[in-house]
């Protein structure tokens, strides 16, 4: 009999040990579902975390609404405390604030569009303590030949990585960066959570980071090195990363240069209307915003990523109803966390034109840009800050 009773419990033991290895796996794949769900930086602080889980539930249902150097200036004035064209319009700042810090590389006072860093500290810091949302892009300098952003010579990014020969002074770049970021604290000290987009625009042929002038792997290796450094080397845990492509043909086109889950939270696109026109015009874009759109969605949605319009816009709006007939179509029926346009210079004697994306008081699309904003998806300030996404 006795002979009888091992076989039995061994096949008991086998069995407790099937069931618990299938335990242990639905526990791993839950965890690792937990893990998808929470921002790349590990070591980000708890509020960084909690921004990212509410910006990641919140585009489920709503769409802030944002725009570029907000609090700086407008159309036909600068400087002024608590202005904004589109608070002007619609009486409501917007949800979201795009600042750049082009030019701080270089320790200059003020950006590369003359915004200085000292108010830009202070303008960062209104817009979030009246619950407002921060990002930030970063149109550096060429470290290679001492241009703009806009110098495409070739070479430049393998010149910055480990090894090349403009890899010390990058280092000293982010170190600007860094400190930069390490100055966005609260009333009470603590570090203001960041959308931070460097290198944007990746799959266009204008910046030196973009695709014409580097490889994906060096891209990749840029990104990375940078995220690590700011994160390991400079301990700045409050960021998250804005990965953003020009156009693309494909999801694999759009995902080419991506660094990785590790380094990312948003993924997003810039794309702007250029003809002006409305009929076949419109149409064109909106079916061609669609079609992007999908793509970015289905992304985001398989790695429980943010997706955003980081940038987009018709120049100087001369379409009266661009915003419920163009933008608004196009954003709808997407699970789109933010949309931002670009900054509303006014005249450029440079381009000789008006340089503007968001309408001021009496443009002809005002009217109906504050229809758009009053739809329940589209979030301005007061909407965001009811939410609280910091909490
Ligand atoms: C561009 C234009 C430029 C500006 C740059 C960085 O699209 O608005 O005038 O210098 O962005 O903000």
């Given at each position: 009999?006795?002979?009888?009773?091992?076989?039995?419990?061994?096949?008991k033991?086998?069995?407790?040990?099937?069931?618990?290895?299938?335990?242990?796996?639905?526990?791993?794949?839950?965890?690792?579902?937990?893990?998808?769900?929470?921002?790349?930086?590990?070591?980000?602080?708890?509020?960084?975390?909690?921004?990212?889980?509410?910006?990641?539930?919140?585009?489920?249902?709503?769409?802030?609404?944002?725009?570029?150097?907000?609090?700086?200036?407008?159309v036909?004035?600068?400087?002024?405390?608590?202005?904004?064209?589109?608070?002007?319009?619609?009486?409501d700042?917007?949800?979201?604030?795009?600042?750049?810090?082009?030019?701080?590389?270089?320790?200059?006072?003020?950006?590369l569009?003359?915004?200085?860093?000292?108010?830009?500290?202070?303008?960062?810091?209104?817009?979030?303590?009246?619950?407002?949302?921060?990002?930030?892009?970063?149109?550096?300098?060429?470290?290679?030949?001492?241009?703009?952003?806009?110098d495409?010579?070739?070479?430049?990014?393998?010149?910055v990585l480990?090894?090349?020969?403009?890899?010390?002074?990058?280092?000293?770049?982010?170190?600007?960066?860094?400190?930069?970021?390490?100055?966005?604290?609260?009333?009470?000290?603590?570090?203001i959570?960041?959308?931070?987009?460097?290198?944007?625009?990746?799959?266009?042929?204008?910046?030196?980071?973009?695709?014409?002038?580097?490889?994906p792997?060096?891209?990749k290796?840029?990104?990375?090195?940078?995220?690590?450094?700011?994160?390991?080397?400079?301990?700045?845990?409050?960021?998250?990363?804005?990965?953003?492509?020009?156009?693309?043909?494909?999801?694999?086109?759009?995902m080419?240069?991506?660094?990785?889950?590790?380094?990312?939270?948003?993924?997003?696109?810039?794309?702007?209307?250029?003809?002006?026109?409305?009929?076949?015009d419109?149409?064109?874009?909106?079916?061609?915003?669609?079609?992007?759109?999908?793509?970015?969605?289905?992304?985001?949605?398989r790695?429980?990523?943010?997706?955003?319009?980081?940038?987009t816009?018709?120049?100087?709006?001369?379409?009266?109803?661009?915003?419920?007939?163009?933008?608004w179509?196009?954003?709808?029926?997407?699970?789109?966390?933010?949309?931002?346009?670009?900054?509303?210079?006014?005249?450029?004697?440079?381009?000789?034109?008006?340089?503007?994306?968001?309408?001021?008081?009496?443009?002809?699309?005002?009217?109906?840009?504050?229809?758009?904003?009053?739809?329940?998806?589209?979030?301005?300030?007061?909407?965001?800050?009811?939410?609280?996404?910091?909490?």
């Amino acid at each position: 009999m006795n002979f009888v009773l091992p076989g039995i419990a061994k096949r008991k033991e086998s069995f407790l040990y099937s069931m618990m290895l299938k335990g242990l796996f639905i526990l791993l794949l839950f965890a690792d579902q937990v893990a998808a769900q929470s921002c790349s930086d590990t070591a980000a602080d708890d509020r960084t975390k909690m921004f990212f889980k509410q910006l990641l539930k919140l585009q489920e249902r709503y769409t802030v609404f944002g725009h570029q150097d907000a609090l700086a200036y407008g159309v036909g004035w600068k400087g002024i405390s608590g202005n904004s064209d589109v608070k002007a319009v619609t009486g409501d700042y917007p949800g979201l604030y795009g600042w750049d810090i082009g030019h701080l590389e270089m320790q200059k006072e003020a950006n590369l569009d003359n915004v200085s860093f000292r108010d830009m500290k202070k303008y960062i810091r209104e817009g979030f303590e009246r619950g407002g949302i921060i990002t930030i892009s970063w149109h550096l300098r060429n470290p290679l030949t001492g241009g703009s952003a806009w110098d495409t010579a070739k070479g430049t990014v393998a010149s910055v990585l480990p090894g090349g020969n403009r890899h010390e002074i990058f280092k000293t770049w982010l170190d600007q960066v860094a400190g930069f970021m390490h100055d966005l604290k609260d009333k009470y000290g603590k570090p203001i959570p960041v959308l931070f987009r460097p290198f944007h625009e990746l799959t266009g042929n204008w910046f030196w980071w973009c695709k014409n002038v580097c490889t994906p792997d060096e891209f990749k290796a840029l990104w990375r090195f940078t995220v690590s450094y700011l994160r390991e080397q400079k301990k700045v845990h409050h960021l998250l990363y804005v990965y953003n492509t020009a156009g693309f043909t494909s999801e694999s086109d759009f995902m080419a240069s991506y660094p990785g889950d590790d380094m990312v939270d948003v993924v997003s696109f810039d794309q702007y209307q250029h003809k002006t026109g409305t009929g076949a015009d419109r149409q064109g874009f909106i079916d061609d915003m669609k079609r992007k759109l999908t793509i970015l969605c289905q992304v985001a949605s398989r790695r429980n990523k943010i997706a955003a319009l980081a940038e987009t816009g018709l120049e100087t709006v001369p379409d009266r109803q661009w915003w419920t007939a163009v933008l608004w179509p196009v954003i709808k029926d997407f699970s789109l966390a933010y949309v931002l346009v670009w900054r509303n210079h006014g005249y450029m004697p440079s381009i000789r034109r008006m340089h503007y994306y968001a309408p001021y008081p009496g443009q002809q699309s005002a009217q109906d840009f504050k229809k758009m904003t009053k739809y329940p998806r589209m979030l301005l300030e007061k909407g965001i800050r009811k939410i609280n996404v910091y909490q």
